[in-house]
């Protein structure tokens, strides 16, 4: 399957003219919204696995809710990996653009592989452990091209994207619930 056929989709605006000054306080700016962030990531997984094998439902809202969550955590992920330089807004696109769809939970969701994606997911988790220790070093190599050349590498950026994209893939399959489609092994859209 290409991974342009799993139904999530992730863009991240390219920055033409990175700012110097935040680039160089970015762990420290950064802290206030990670301090958000994890406050409101609380675990809302076992809900939802308990109502897609009892009710057979997925609440509206709750899709909404994990959508925005989701969204928002992305944007604070490329800010702190130097990818965006628009401090991340709670509500706002902004930058990233990330999208995955409402599942239809009678017809195109299996209603016991809730109880095992969380384990199918596991070779996805080693995967992304080996991508995040790749981009942290990286990172760093791009806080100082940032600083050095005012600009934003392409190559770092699509790597950092990519495994910001490989990363709501599998969280979406093995946490959100929202699709029975197996992510991808791919960094691509």
Same mark, same amino acid.
């Given at each position: ?43 809302? &997984? %076992? #809900?939802? +696995? ?14 909404? !809710?994990?959508? $925005? ?42 209603? &016991? %592989? #809730?109880? +095992? ?14 991508? !995040?220790?790749? $981009? ?54």
């Amino acid at each position: 399957m290409p991974a342009s056929d799993f139904p999530l989709t992730l863009t991240i605006d390219y920055p033409e003219e990175p700012n110097r000054l935040t680039t160089f306080f970015r762990m420290f700016v950064a802290i206030p919204i990670w301090i958000i962030a994890t406050q409101l990531g609380s675990l809302l &997984w %076992l #809900p939802v +696995v308990i109502m897609i094998v009892f009710r057979r439902k997925y609440p509206r809202w709750w899709f909404d !809710w994990n959508l $925005a969550l989701t969204r928002f955590s992305t944007r604070v992920g490329a800010y702190s990996l130097l990818i965006a330089h628009e401090y991340p807004s709670t509500d706002e696109e902004q930058y990233v653009h990330l999208d995955f769809e409402y599942p239809d939970v009678e017809n195109d969701l299996n209603r &016991w %592989l #809730p109880l +095992v994606k969380w384990f199918l997911v596991i070779p996805h988790i080693i995967v992304l452990i080996i991508l !995040w220790i790749v $981009a942290l070093p990286l990172a760093i190599a791009l806080w100082f091209a940032i600083l050095f050349t005012g600009q934003v590498p392409r190559g770092l950026f699509n790597y950092m994207v990519g495994v910001l994209r490989y990363g709501n893939r599998m969280w979406v399959y093995g946490f959100l619930l929202t699709t029975d489609r197996y992510p991808p092994f791919s960094l691509s859209e």
